[in-house]
């Protein structure tokens, strides 16, 4: 019989849910204090830029462990960003100009936040390893 063993399996599907209730409570506080478009941004591009620190801290530092990035990653980030709400969100803007505005700027600060975690793992990892 191959595959992991049966108690890893169960670990990982704790660790991700571990990560995911604390994302989705993060998430909801977020659309509390500050609903609308503008939160659905807000989590999506610290969202990424988290992502884009713990893909790329495995590279160029090696801190996080296997299992720091499962509940981050799979569990937490997940239920922090939402493309579902984003684009739901978005076609309730009042106007064209304004859904536009909000796709470009969740495209394009998400693409930077993830660079932006890149190069923060790369300088605390003093590049490639």
């Not at 969100?89 to 796709?103: C, H, K």
């Amino acid at each position: 019989m191959s595959g992991p063993h049966p108690l890893r399996t169960l670990e990982s599907i704790a660790l991700i849910a571990i990560g995911g209730f604390a994302g989705a409570n993060l998430r909801f506080l977020v659309a509390r204090l500050l609903p609308g478009a503008g939160g659905t941004l807000l989590v999506n591009v610290v969202g990424s830029f988290v992502l884009g620190f713990v893909l790329y801290e495995a590279r160029y530092t090696g801190i996080l462990t296997e299992r720091a990035r499962l509940v981050l990653a799979t569990g937490f980030l997940s239920s922090l960003t939402t493309y579902s709400t984003f684009a739901l969100q978005t076609t309730l803007l009042a106007r064209p100009l304004w859904m536009v505005a909000n796709v470009l700027a969740t495209y394009a600060l998400g693409f930077s936040g993830v660079l932006a975690g890149r190069t923060l793992a790369r300088r605390v990892g003093g590049g490639d390893r």
